[in-house]
Structures are given as C-alpha cells and as structure tokens.
C-alpha cells in the first residue's frame, strides 16, 4: 500500500488533503481525462452504442428496472465470465470491463482497482486508524467524517481514471475470535456498536443524497469465507 499518515491534528489534516484532491480533480490538473474517457471506462456509449436503446440508458427508469434490462441482456456465457471481481464486461453490447476490487476501509488502499503514482497528486491518500481504533472512541460524528473525507478523496480517484466507483469497506463481521486474524477491520464484537458504526461509515461514504452517490460502499462479508483457513495456522 502506498498511504499517507497525517502528523497534524487529524480533522484539519484529512479536510484539507481531501479538498486538495478534490480541486485537482475538478481543475483537471496531474492525469485528468476527459469527460468521454472517464464515461467510456465505467458505463456504456448510450448516445450511439449496442446499449443506446436499452432500459439501462434510460434514466428516467428506476434503477431496479434499468438493472433488469442489462442483465436480460447478457447471455448466460456473459453472465459467468463476469462473476469474477476482474470483469471483462462484455464487448457484444458494449458493456465495459470492470474492476471491483477496490479498498477504503480506513482511507484508501492500493489495490487492483486503485492505482497511486509514483510521485505527486496521486501517489498517497489520507490514512486513518484502523476500524478496531475508530471504533473504540464510540463518536459516531467522527465516523461520519472520516468516511466523508475518505468518498471525497476516493471520488476524486475516480473521475482521474485510478479508481472505480465502489469498495469493499466495511467489514461488518463481529470481531469475535481473535484467531480470524480480521479483528482489526471491525469496530468491535458488540451488534449495537458495529450497527451505529456501519450506518455512519456508510451515510459518510455514500452521502445522504438518495439520487446521487460519492460512491458505492459494500457491507462484507454476508456469506462466509471460506478462504481464511489459512489465518488459524
């Protein structure tokens, strides 16, 4: 990971690097794109494209609606080869490759989807405490916040080509054996605790407009994983 640590009072620090980013997003300055080349890579040409006439481009149609027409419109082929979090879309109709794998959990982190430079305005971003750490000061407000100043950062990622729109934060799991060796994404094992502390996080990350969003967050992990065997070696 490629994370800046603040040394000064962490509010005025984390405002202030967010909004510098956030600037150098909307002045087009370090490697913006253009409009088109940010569109192209995350949505469908729906002014001249396969998936100009399709629901999915409709946006006076919910978003269920428009979600059920895209999928209507993938072959079963299609549709598995994008269940992977690599996917390649799929370029019969125009629909582009995606990278799901992208991470904010305390600020955010370098990973398939989220790509720092070298050097300059994007080679750091804001790194805050662990959610075991936040979450221990029991301050819901400073929850709100951190995720605000995290959708900031990570939006001005995004509109420069160098994340995606979503990330897999928070880890909603109770911390409840210290040998799942993940206890230090959680904000404890208490339900109530974790629910406050999820709802936050995720009102600060996704904003609290209903028709827009800063990003997308993605509660894990709903099902299990099976994966982490390995962890209680």
Not at 34 to 50: K, L
Not at 56 to 70: E, N
Not at 152 to 175: D, M, S, V
Request: hydrophobic share 35%; charged share 20%.
């Amino acid at each position: 990971m490629k994370l800046q640590l603040t040394h000064s009072p962490l509010a005025t620090m984390s405002a202030a690097l967010g909004l510098q980013i956030l600037l150098a997003a909307l002045a087009g300055q370090a490697s913006a794109q253009s409009a088109a080349d940010r569109a192209a890579r995350f949505f469908p040409d729906c002014a001249s494209g396969p998936l100009s006439n399709n629901t999915i481009c409709d946006t006076s149609a919910d978003p269920l609606t428009r979600a059920t027409a895209l999928v209507n419109a993938i072959t079963l082929e299609e549709k598995f080869a994008n269940t992977d979090q690599n996917q390649p879309g799929a370029p019969r109709i125009g629909l582009p490759p995606y990278i799901w794998w992208n991470e904010a959990l305390h600020g955010i982190a370098e990973q398939n989807g989220v790509q720092f430079e070298e050097e300059g305005e994007w080679s750091s971003a804001t790194s805050f405490p662990q959610p075991i750490l936040t979450g221990a000061a029991f301050d819901d407000e400073l929850v709100h916040k951190i995720a605000t100043v995290i959708s900031t950062e990570f939006r001005a990622f995004g509109n420069n080509l160098k994340a995606g729109l979503q990330a897999w934060t928070p880890n909603i799991n109770p911390y409840r054996d210290p040998r799942w060796g993940r206890g230090q994404e959680t904000p404890g094992e208490d339900p109530f605790h974790l629910s406050s502390y999820v709802k936050n996080l995720l009102d600060g990350l996704q904003g609290r407009d209903k028709d827009i969003k800063r990003m997308g967050g993605t509660c894990k992990h709903f099902a299990g994983m099976p994966d982490q065997n390995c962890r209680y070696n």
